[in-house]
Structure formats: structure tokens, C-alpha cells
């Protein structure tokens, strides 16, 4: 019999990931690997496309993506490559098998 999180991290990646439910395949780090982008929830949280003073544009991204994609655990700071463009990884949090990641990018 499986424990509570186990059958929690089947779920997750048998639904949430799947490619017909709520996942895309986007590039990560150069391997195409499926993802949850909810870019609405950065928006809800005001942290998605905004301009600072000097009028610099952050085109911030936050993704959900399982732990078996990934080489290594990721952290803040780290630089990340998101569908062919370079962000830096403004924070990470673990949970269910996976990773939400908020990156920060500035589109100049």
C-alpha cells in the first residue's frame, strides 16, 4: 500500500504533468522537459511583467516542474535558461517531487 505522499507524487506527475492535462514541453537548461507555467499567479502577486524607475522591464516567469527533470537541485541566484532565454532563479521551493521556480529576466 502506498503512503500519502507517495500517491500524491504518482498523481502529480501522472495528471498535473501530463502533456494532455496541464503540462508543456518548454526548454530548460537546453533539454525539453514538461513544465506548469502559471504566469497568473506571478501577476495576482504583482511580480510578473513590471518596470522599475529607471524604466528596465522584469519579464518574470513561475514554473512547476518535477525533480527527476532536473540535474541538479536549484538555487537562488543561479542562472537559468527558459525556452532559449537566460533568467536568473529569484526563488525556488520544494514540494510534492517537484520544484516551483520564480525566474527574473529583464527584457532591457
Known amino acids: 500500500?502506498?503512503?500519502?505522499?507517495?500517491?500524491?507524487?504518482?498523481?502529480?506527475d501522472n495528471t498535473f504533468f501530463n502533456l494532455n492535462e496541464f503540462a508543456e514541453l518548454h526548454e530548460l537548461d537546453g533539454k525539453k522537459v514538461p513544465v506548469v507555467?502559471?504566469?497568473?499567479?506571478?501577476?495576482?502577486?504583482?511580480?510578473?511583467k513590471t518596470a522599475d524607475s529607471d524604466g528596465i522591464f522584469?519579464?518574470?516567469?513561475?514554473?512547476?516542474v518535477l525533480?527527476?527533470?532536473?540535474?541538479?537541485?536549484?538555487v537562488i541566484d543561479q542562472i537559468m535558461e527558459f525556452d532559449g532565454e537566460t533568467y536568473q532563479v529569484g526563488n525556488v521551493m520544494e514540494d510534492f517531487g517537484g520544484y516551483t521556480i520564480i525566474l527574473r529576466g529583464n527584457t532591457g
Open 1 to 12: 500500500m502506498r503512503s500519502f505522499k507517495e500517491q500524491m507524487e504518482k498523481d502529480f
Open 37 to 48: 507555467v502559471d504566469n497568473e499567479t506571478l501577476l495576482q502577486l504583482n511580480l510578473g
Open 58 to 64: 522584469q519579464d518574470n516567469k513561475m514554473f512547476f
Open 67 to 74: 525533480k527527476k527533470y532536473l540535474e541538479d537541485e536549484p
